[in-house]
C-alpha cells in the first residue's frame, strides 16, 4: 500500500464529509496516527478498509461535537471547475443521507473499487452496486438530468 496515495484519498474522503480543510487534516492526520498505533489489527490486503473505518469513525465524531456548515468557502476548486455546476452537485448531494453522501464520496471521488465499499458497509457487493446505482440515479435526477458521469 503506498502511503502517500492513501493519504490524498482520505483527506478527499474527510474533506467532503466535513466541508473545512483545516478539520479534515486534522481528522486525516488522526487516521494515520491511530491507524498507526493499532498495527497489530492489520491484515494484508484490508488496509485500506482500516483507514476508511477510522476514518468514519472520526467523522462521526466531529459532528457529534459540532455540527459544521452546510456550505463552506473553503472547498476544493480546479481552474477549469465551474462554481455553479459545484454548488448544484453539493445542493443535490446535501439531499442525499449522510450514508448516501460517504457511498458516493467513495466511489465517485476516491475511485474505490464496489468491493471496498461493500466490506466497509458489511454488505455483498452486489447490493453495494445497487445502491450506488440508486444513489447516482438520485443525483442525476436531482441535477435535471445533466450528465454527471
Do not use: W
Not at 467532503?16 to 493499532?38: M, P, S
Not at 477510522?54 to 480546479?78: H, M, V, W
Amino acid at each position: 500500500m503506498k502511503i502517500e496515495k492513501e493519504y490524498d484519498n482520505i483527506f478527499r474522503y474527510v474533506f467532503y464529509r466535513v466541508n473545512c480543510r483545516e478539520e479534515a487534516e486534522d481528522i486525516t492526520q488522526e487516521t494515520f496516527l491511530r491507524y498507526i498505533q493499532h498495527s497489530e489489527y492489520h491484515k494484508i490486503g484490508t488496509e485500506r478498509q482500516f483507514l476508511y473505518t477510522i476514518a468514519r469513525n472520526l467523522c462521526i465524531d466531529f459532528y457529534r461535537k459540532s455540527k459544521p456548515e452546510t456550505i463552506s468557502d473553503d472547498f476544493i476548486q480546479t481552474e477549469n471547475t465551474d462554481i455553479l455546476r459545484d454548488v448544484a452537485v453539493r445542493l443535490a448531494m446535501s439531499k442525499l443521507s449522510e450514508e448516501e453522501r460517504e457511498i458516493i464520496i467513495m466511489r465517485l471521488v476516491n475511485g474505490e473499487k464496489i468491493s471496498v465499499i461493500a466490506k466497509i458497509f458489511g454488505i455483498s457487493r452486489f447490493t453495494m452496486g445497487r445502491r450506488i446505482n440508486d444513489i447516482i440515479s438520485k443525483l442525476k435526477e436531482e441535477l435535471g438530468k445533466e450528465e454527471l458521469l
